[in-house]
């Protein structure tokens, strides 16, 4: 198997602190700039599970990178540079505490609350009488806070503003680009064949202004279904098509694992690692429209550092 990229210990000029997240290693420069290494980890049910995936970390830093790009006359966002195939380099923003999910259609863990009983998520009301995969009226705003540690809880518009977690107008103007994010994503997804079904994005401020942080578009934080035949799929009842991780949480449910005390992850395979790590490398060509290539595996750690120094040096 590929080499992997699990855990990451740099020492960069001007390193203040890092920040080890489910997925994303964060470095922090000086106050002031902030380098991401996407590794090769990958989490479900907001446990990360024991081994990492090929290229995988270079897959969600260059979906994500190209979607910054393509949002940037829409929101600013923090992206300064991408100085290694892994690693996103941009200003530090003070992130707010709620990620905003918006989602396009009925499914995942919305229709799993749905179908036990639930007609209202995060201060949304839903109508009876949906089914799995239904595409909503209008997309729906469902955040949920961020949580240190163990899994984030959903919360409404309402009582972001009323517990002041976020002031109403920088609330208002997350949900304002959050919406103009989803469409813009949407039409490009459609440009290749896919629909966006979900998504979620995380802002920061910085200076008294509001940042795009994080990543965006990506199957860690995305879920896509393929646009062919995704009415006749629906009609039928049929599971969906689709590009995102929902697969590795099914095949984890259908082992015995959701995140719960006392279960056990499965074993995860070096064959089954491999083939989700072409589940994302398939997932990167779809919605880029790029063959994907993949970078140097040779000392990850050691590229890393080279290029992420070589950047900084040549920015003072």
């Not at 989490?43 to 830093?61: C, E, W």
């Not at 995942?108 to 995969?133: H, I, T």
């Not at 309402?158 to 103009?180: C, P, S």
Request: hydrophobic share 35%; proline share 4%; with cysteine.
């Amino acid at each position: 198997m590929a080499t992997t990229l699990i855990n990451t210990d740099f020492n960069f000029p001007g390193q203040k602190s890092v920040y080890h997240g489910k997925v994303r290693d964060v470095y922090d420069i000086n106050d002031d700039i902030m380098v991401m290494v996407a590794t090769d980890r990958i989490s479900a049910f907001d446990v990360i599970l024991p081994k990492g995936i090929p290229y995988k970390g270079q897959v969600l830093n260059q979906i994500a990178a190209k979607f910054l790009d393509a949002t940037a006359d829409i929101v600013p966002n923090w992206k300064l540079a991408t100085p290694d195939p892994m690693v996103t380099v941009g200003l530090k923003c003070e992130g707010f505490r709620v990620e905003m999910i918006i989602r396009g259609y009925l499914t995942g863990s919305a229709w799993r609350e749905y179908q036990a009983g639930c007609r209202e998520l995060c201060g949304v009301k839903l109508p009876d009488g949906m089914r799995e995969n239904e595409r909503f009226p209008e997309p729906i705003i469902t955040p949920t806070t961020k949580a240190e540690a163990g899994q984030d809880e959903n919360i409404s518009r309402e009582e972001i503003i009323a517990q002041g977690i976020v002031d109403k107008d920088d609330y208002e103007l997350m949900e304002r680009y959050t919406r103009a994010l989803f469409r813009r994503g949407s039409e490009m997804a459609a440009e290749k064949g896919l629909i966006l079904v979900d998504t979620k994005y995380e802002f920061g401020k910085r200076d008294g202004k509001v940042y795009l942080i994080d990543e965006i578009h990506t199957p860690d934080s995305s879920r896509y279904f393929y646009a062919d035949g995704y009415e006749e799929r629906f009609e039928k009842g049929e599971p969906q098509r689709q590009l995102s991780k929902e697969f590795v949480r099914q095949w984890l449910i259908e082992h015995g694992f959701m995140g719960k005390a006392g279960q056990t992850v499965p074993e995860m395979t070096d064959a089954y690692c491999e083939s989700v790590s072409e589940r994302y490398i398939e997932l990167y060509e779809h919605i880029t429209g790029e063959r994907f290539v993949k970078s140097d595996e040779h000392d990850l750690a050691a590229r890393i550092e080279r290029n992420v120094t070589q950047w900084l040096e040549n920015r003072k």
